[in-house]
């Protein structure tokens, strides 16, 4: 787990925006990746919590209570679609419109799940960090 | 047939009349035999067996003929296999030699042979004989040959080569009650008839099996290629997420030095970064390329949609593709619409890949001058995206295979030999299939324009 404490990671961002009370859980086993977003998400005032497997995301996502998940699919230990399905019989209040998938993967079966369970799909290579970025603000309801 | 004139002497007018309607009769009972078995012939060609059981029963039934039995040939064992017995007599029947007779196989003689079958078929036509005995090829004995002889009360046998476009199919054997000398003209001319029409029922049934087994390895065949098709796609599905991921980090970092994430830039740095950012878009859009089309062979390609700001998604397209009309000094203008469109039910991933292809194109085939791209209303239903360059143009005799699948036409592939020729194509088939209609006029040396027509709501 990478927090936006990490002092690798904060180095990177130049000016961070001031902390916006929102908080996400990234799910996202390539690190290169997830630091890409981790940089973008917290310089624009996010605290944003990074998970490297399905099975952590689960854990921290049940503990932290994030205002939006960021899963990815093929996962270590538990998919993304396996963490929502846990949540779900777990009894985690959520709702599905706060899960975005961002994954790379070109199966059209997952576009499929998402779109049947109600969630977000992004394709990573298809959008910039700032892409991803206006999206959860729009979502979130956060002034860019 | 054996029917004589009466006994009392008649006139001769009387005689002849009396033979004329016998020959009717005769020639009357003929056709209607060979009208049966037409109609066999014609109506069950599934089974070799079946078609030659029931000629053989018909045949025996419908003339006087004591016994038909067919048998088929098997090349490769170079033997006549029996497929048909008429059983007609009930002396014989279930007996011993019945059995022996309807198992009996004929092993094909050397031509020199004396053995009558030899004969016929060397001569190709119907040879007569008086015992069964006497044909040495058919694998019965002595003893049980007599009793079928004797117990059938068959006088004469012919040997009839059943032939069918000059290939021998197998032969026909028939037993007649009468000794060689009594039997009529008319009874040959049938048994000519006869084995002329049984040889096309054996053909048919062979061509019909030919037909089903040719049918059935087309079928295996077609399965494996959709099946090579399927592991095709599953191969560049997973090939494609392996190549989309380092392509995020590449595009994303760049993307990240580019808006100044890691530092304010030097305008050559930027301008750099726009270059590199613009190439690892285009490789993250042919990537995009390569799965629709991929799709579409395996069968599995779908159209998504949802409500589109296709406002939104035009001008992204144009403002990420800036830095390279840029690089070739070519202006690119966006005309967005007036008044502002409502929402457009699309498949937005599909859609941005074609506008992009547009805009794409238009900056590779354009040397100097500028790029137009419009949206509009069109009608009350419907928006239209054109994209207008001064470029090369296509050339008239391309035109028509413009947007056939890995079709390029001559001019282009000077400019630009790496194109896959799959850009246009692809945006056809994603554009009809939303029900759109595809936009193009251009003529050679004086620009293009590429666009579309798009259902604002759908169907």
Known sequence: MTRITDPQASATSPSPEPHNGKRIVLAEDDPFISRMYLTKLSGAGYEVIVTNNGRDALEQIKELHPDLMMLDINMPELTAFDVVRALQSDGYEFSNSHVVILTNSADPRDRQTASSMGLDYLVKAEMTPRGVLEHISQKLGVKG | ?459
């Not at chain 2, 198992?103 to 190709?124: T, V, Y």
């Not at chain 2, 021998?168 to 009468?178: K, N, P, Q, R, T």
């Not at chain 2, 007036?338 to 039910?345: D, E, G, R, S, T």
């Open chain 2, 1 to 459: 047939m054996t029917q004589r004139p009466p006994s009392v002497a008649p006139n001769s007018v009387a005689i002849e009349m009396y033979r004329k309607n016998l020959e009717l009769t005769e020639r009357n009972k003929m056709l209607s035999l060979l009208r049966k078995i037409d109609e066999i012939v014609l109506g069950a060609v599934a089974d070799t067996h079946e078609v030659a059981e029931k000629i053989a029963q018909t045949t025996a039934i419908d003339t006087n003929f004591g016994v038909v039995a067919i048998y088929q040939l098997d090349k490769r064992k170079n033997e006549l296999l029996p497929v048909a017995v008429s059983n007609k007599s009930d002396k014989l029947s279930g007996s011993e030699s019945d059995q022996a007779f309807h198992q009996a196989i004929m092993r094909i003689p050397g031509g020199s042979s004396k053995d009558p079958l030899a004969r016929a078929l060397k001569q190709k036509f119907i040879v007569q004989i008086e015992n069964l005995t006497e044909i040495k090829s058919l694998r019965i004995s002595g003893r049980m040959a007599a009793e079928i002889q004797a117990g059938l009360e068959i006088k004469t046998w012919f040997v009839c080569p059943l032939n069918a476009r000059d290939q021998l199919l197998g032969v026909m054997l028939v037993g007649l009650h009468e000794p060689a000398r009594e039997v009529s003209t008319s009874q040959k001319m049938l048994l000519e008839r006869l084995i002329g029409a049984v040889g096309i029922a054996i053909d048919n049934t062979l061509l019909y099996r030919g037909l089903q087994e040719a049918t059935r390895r087309l079928r295996t065949a077609n399965r494996h290629l959709k099946e090579l098709d399927e592991a095709k796609d599953e191969f560049i599905s997973m090939a494609s997420h392996q190549l989309r991921t380092p392509l995020t980090s590449i595009k994303g970092y760049i993307s990240m030095l580019a808006e100044g994430d890691a530092g304010k830039l030097q305008p050559q740095q930027k301008e750099f970064l726009d270059y590199a950012y613009g190439g690892s878009q285009r490789m993250v859009n042919l990537i995009n390329d390569l799965l629709n089309v991929s799709r579409m062979q395996a069968g599995k390609f779908m159209i998504e949609k949802s409500a589109v700001d296709i406002t939104a998604v035009v001008k992204n397209e144009v403002d990420q593709l800036q830095s390279h009309a840029r690089a070739k000094n070519l202006q690119l203008n966006f005309i967005a619409p007036k008044p502002k469109l409502p929402l457009v039910k699309l498949d937005e991933g599909k859609t941005r890949q074609v506008i992009m292809n547009f805009i794409d194109n238009a900056i590779y085939y354009t040397q100097s001058g500028s790029i137009t791209v419009t949206l509009q209303l069109d009608g009350r239903d419907f928006v239209k995206l054109e994209v207008t360059d001064t470029g090369i143009g296509v050339p008239m005799d391309s035109q028509r295979h413009l947007f056939g699948k890995f079709f390029r036409a001559e001019n282009a592939k000077t400019m630009r030999p790496d194109g896959t020729g799959l850009g246009l194509y692809l945006a056809k088939r994603v554009i009809e299939d939303q029900g759109g209609t595809i936009i193009f006029r251009s003529i050679e040396g004086n620009g293009s324009t590429f666009g579309f027509r798009l259902p604002i709501k759908s169907r």
